[in-house]
């Protein structure tokens, strides 16, 4: 079975500087989909960023990037130039390309604070 | 577009009623996902419909249970509530495109006194 681990529950950063939020899988599969998704106190999941396993290229979104390491199957967020509008939980997430359904499993989540 | 509409936003139930939750997916997408969340359990998968068929279900008792209808709105039901049942319930649809990407509703928070 698969399984997604976030071991930070909590990480703080300065406005305007960068941070990095971890996250690794296990899987025996060899293509996949990972996500992250970010849910402020609104409670509403809004995707960050998404992954293709088959693509070696890391994707980036705007301030947001991650560093996918297939091999080590590790999948880290990089926020650049924080924003106070960033402070939410941050959860990552995985999804088989041959599942035939669209079930993500999340990891436990990293909750994001952002100082003035 | 509008986005993913879940109704209602709170419920307060006691132990042993039942419930019913709705979720609009947005226009066109055919696939609606189920997850409870709790501070305990994290997010787990409840369950998937597409065009009108469970397509997958998660490690939940058959007291939850799901619905989609032909213009692919979703009900799950909850029947005998337990304490444990509360929790923050999101949907999200997917139009099922390469992108694979799954919209979130802002959830509906069920609290079972």
């Known amino acids: 079975a698969q399984t997604v681990t976030q071991s930070q529950p909590e990480m703080s950063v300065q406005e305007a500087e960068t941070v990095t939020l971890s996250c690794t899988y296990d899987t025996s599969e060899s293509d996949y989909y990972l996500f992250w998704y970010k849910q402020p106190p609104s409670r509403q999941m809004i995707l960050v960023i998404r992954q293709e396993a088959y693509k070696q290229q890391n994707a980036t979104e705007n301030r947001f990037s991650v560093n996918f390491q297939k091999a080590a199957k590790s999948f880290s967020l990089k926020i650049s130039d924080s924003q106070l509008g960033d402070a939410a939980m941050y959860f990552c997430?995985?999804?088989?390309?041959?599942?035939?359904?669209?079930?993500?499993?999340f990891g436990s989540g990293t909750r994001l604070l952002v100082r003035p | 577009k509008a986005g993913v509409t879940q109704t209602p936003r709170y419920l307060i139930k006691t132990r042993g009623q039942q419930v019913t939750l709705s979720c609009s997916p947005i226009s066109g997408h055919r696939s609606v996902s189920w997850y409870q969340q709790t501070p305990g359990q994290g997010l787990q998968f409840l369950f998937e419909?597409?065009?009108?068929?469970?397509?997958n279900k998660g490690n939940f008792p058959g007291r939850f249970s799901g619905r989609q209808f032909s213009n692919s709105r979703s009900e799950m039901n909850v029947s005998t509530l337990e304490l444990g049942d509360s929790a923050l319930y999101l949907c999200?649809?997917?139009?099922?495109?390469?992108?694979?990407?799954?919209?979130f509703g802002a959830g509906t928070r069920l609290s079972v006194l």
């Open positions: 999200a649809s997917s139009s099922g495109d390469s992108k694979n990407i799954q919209y």
């Open positions: 419909y597409f065009s009108e068929t469970q397509r």
């Open positions: 997430a995985y999804r088989g390309r041959m599942d035939s359904s669209y079930k993500l499993i």
